[in-house]
């Protein structure tokens, strides 16, 4: 948790820097950043107490420089991170912006103020972010040095690894955007009850947010990963993936839709093999309004420190107040395809839609269920669902199926591998036949 708010805190003190007056900064910078201190110790991070001390700092004509301490956490196991940071600001600075460059290092571990993440993971190198600000956009690069670390029986090595970002932000409301590029090269991890190797990382952010809207795109790839748990009931147990892609996308408008797609080449173990599998769906028809006031109440109970269940309470307002509109927009589950081989056999393909048609709902559906949840008729629900589903299974997957329905399992056996289940008006057929 500490790591958590720390990072917050950190966040904080960068967008900060992007707010300095591009006119004169040698002039306002040291009001700018006595004012970023104040208002970091004088937030209520949740869960954790932090502080900021500007422990030093020197204006000059064409540069900055100085150091600002974060600290979280207790005096006796505090968690702390030195900010060492150089603005450059030239006579055209109020044109062009300026440039930054931020040393962190000193973090201590478990209140050892001689033990320091960076003198004992990153062979005393600092993690270094750098980069240009203008007014309202803040871009720059995150790189954490070579990790070498090799303690207590633990092996932790990592080649650099790399983060670029961009950061546009408006100081009068309105949305904040930002884009994230990291890289992870190479990483190994070895302990005695396991392994972990990884190559070639990437996970690639873009987002946007505002009390209207919310847009985020995301993608992670990794060429290669390995776990080995040296103490399973079998020496060595070996899981290992290759070729991993995973794609969301999120769009909160009128309503939620949602994608995703993971894909990989090979996932295996000692003993099994799935290989060529892909699986995406595209979730939509919830309605967008109360997922965004939902996401603004969470974060302001967050930072009031509300209890769960009053936090739970007023999650239960908006949804009673959004009831007639909450599911009015037809809600579905689309799996556009599910495929896999295992052991160079067909496992599964398919595709499928499940969809609730909405104005075969009751009146006041949602507000009568949360009043009251033994009110709930399940008859009511099977009427309103549309479903329409179709796959081929290989043996495997009819092995499976056997042993949770052997009726069903008859039945996709009188027609061989295909798979077909249609629900419509509380009827259901699998291959044409009734259930």
Not at 156 to 177: K, N, R
Not at 264 to 272: I, R
């Amino acid at each position: 948790m500490k790591k958590k708010y720390i990072a917050g805190a950190i966040g904080v003190a960068l967008v900060g820097f992007a707010g300095f007056n591009q006119l004169n900064y040698s002039k306002n910078l040291k009001q700018v950043l006595d004012d970023l201190v104040y208002t970091i110790n004088t937030s209520d991070f949740p869960e954790q107490e932090v502080s900021a001390v500007l422990s030093t700092h020197q204006s000059g004509t064409f540069a900055s420089t100085g150091t600002m301490t974060l600290t979280a956490g207790t005096s006796w196991d505090p968690m702390t991170f030195e900010l060492a940071y150089k603005i450059v600001h030239g006579p055209t600075t109020f044109l062009t912006g300026s440039d930054y460059h931020v040393e962190i290092t000193n973090t201590q571990i478990s209140g050892q103020s001689d033990k320091t993440i960076t003198s004992t993971l990153l062979n005393g190198k600092p993690i270094l972010l750098s980069g240009h600000m203008a007014p309202e956009k803040l871009t720059g690069e995150l790189t954490v040095p070579i990790i070498a670390l090799n303690e207590d029986n633990i092996e932790l090595d990592s080649t650099p690894i790399t983060a670029a970002f961009t950061l546009t932000y408006f100081s009068s409301g309105g949305s904040a955007v930002y884009d994230i590029s990291a890289h992870i090269p190479s990483l190994r991890f070895n302990s005695p009850d396991e392994t972990l190797e990884l190559t070639d990382g990437k996970l690639l952010i873009d987002s946007e947010y505002d009390i209207d809207t919310g847009k985020i795109k995301a993608a992670l790839n990794i060429a290669n990963a390995s776990v080995i748990n040296k103490r399973a009931q079998r020496d060595n147990e070996y899981i290992g993936i290759k070729g991993l892609s995973l794609i969301t996308s999120t769009d909160i408008d009128e309503q939620l839709i949602h994608n995703v797609s993971l894909t990989f080449d090979q996932l295996e173990d000692n003993t099994q093999l799935l290989s060529d599998a892909e699986f995406s769906y595209t979730l939509a028809g919830i309605d967008g309004k109360a997922i965004l006031d939902t996401v603004d109440i969470s974060q302001y109970a967050a930072q009031e420190g509300w209890s769960e269940y009053r936090l739970q309470q007023a999650i239960e307002e908006i949804m009673v107040d959004r009831g007639d509109q909450l599911l009015a927009h037809n809600p579905s589950l689309e799996i556009n395809r599910i495929k896999a081989t295992l052991n160079d056999e067909l496992l599964i393909d398919g595709k499928g839609l499940v969809k609730l048609n909405a104005a075969r709902l009751p009146d006041n559906f949602v507000r009568s269920v949360l009043d009251n949840p033994y009110s709930l008729n399940p008859q009511d629900v099977e009427k309103a669902i549309f479903a329409d589903i179709e796959a081929t299974l290989g043996q495997s997957a009819g092995a499976a199926v056997a042993m949770l329905d052997l009726s069903v399992a008859a039945l996709l056996a009188e027609s061989g591998e295909t798979f077909s289940l249609k629900m419509e008006d509380g009827n259901v057929t699998l291959n044409g036949q009734q259930l």
